[in-house]
T-cell receptor, first 116, second 113 residues
Framework: GENVEQHPSTLSVQEGDSAVIKCTYS??????FPWYKQELGKGPQLIID?????GEKKDQRIAVTLNKTAKHFSLHITETQPEDSAVYFC???????????????FGSGTQLTVLP | DAGITQSPRHKVTETGTPVTLRCHQT?????MYWYRQDPGHGLRLIHY???????DKGEVSDGYSVSRSKTEDFLLTLESATSSQTSVYFC????????????FGPGTRLTVL
């Protein structure tokens, strides 16, 4: 959505290298920041999320960092493997119109390719 | 995988015809969502439901209606399909609303000729 910007749109890395994807959002009152992974022909699946009371969260090779002042959060994947190749979406919880309940608003996606 | 099924999985129809997509869950989750996915747009929320007979509009609701008469079923209807509604449609469920993980179905690929 226009209230979410995700960069880059495509990213190629060598196996073993790190990958970083950044997401910028507009709603300063947002409190929930998930990342989803979508493999070809499947629905998205949550891989990690962070809430606004913490700045960083790590789960094995995946980490998410949050900068609420700058209104952006990033996905970090270390020691990338070919099975990490997929499309990744940020989906901050935003209020998309006045009076509406906050809902997940997906970025446009990043196609990550891990080259063997 | 979470117990979510979508039917049909693929459909080709003609402009002006009505189409209904079904999402069925076996998890007894309260919240259900319909998204559409188009190249360059990620997933966009069409409608969502926060209980039986309780629904609300999302970002791109024009041309779509929904109904939820049972906890386990959430129907998306295109009253008169247009070519701009050609897309992949995903259903999602969550137990406690948008602060929590959403589980997605396998998707329905709809082509409107």
């Amino acid at each position: 959505g226009e209230n979410v910007e995700q960069h880059p749109s495509t990213l190629s890395v060598q196996e073993g290298d790190s990958a970083v994807i950044k997401c910028t959002y507009s709603d300063s009152a947002s409190n929930y920041f998930p990342w989803y992974k979508q493999e070809l022909g499947k629905g998205p699946q949550l891989i990690i999320d962070i809430r606004s009371n913490v700045g960083e969260k790590k789960d094995q090779r995946i980490a998410v960092t949050l900068n609420k002042t700058a209104k952006h959060f990033s996905l970090h994947i270390t020691e990338t493997q070919p099975e990490d190749s997929a499309v990744y979406f940020c989906a901050p919880q935003l209020r998309v119109s006045s009076g509406s309940a906050r809902q997940l608003t997906f970025g446009s996606g990043t196609q990550l390719t891990v080259l063997p | 995988d979470a117990g979510i099924t979508q039917s049909p999985r693929h459909k080709v129809t003609e402009t002006g015809t009505p189409v209904t997509l079904r999402c069925h869950q076996t998890e007894n989750h309260r919240y259900m969502y319909w998204y559409r996915q188009d190249p360059g747009h990620g997933l966009r929320l069409i409608h969502y439901s926060y209980g039986v007979k309780d629904t609300d509009k999302g970002e791109v609701s024009d041309g779509y209606s929904v109904s939820r008469s049972k906890t386990e079923d959430f129907l998306l209807t295109l009253e008169s399909a247009t070519s701009s509604q050609t897309s992949v449609y995903f259903c999602a469920i969550t137990e406690q609303g948008s602060y929590n993980e959403q589980f997605f179905g396998p998707g329905t690929r709809l082509t409107v000729l």
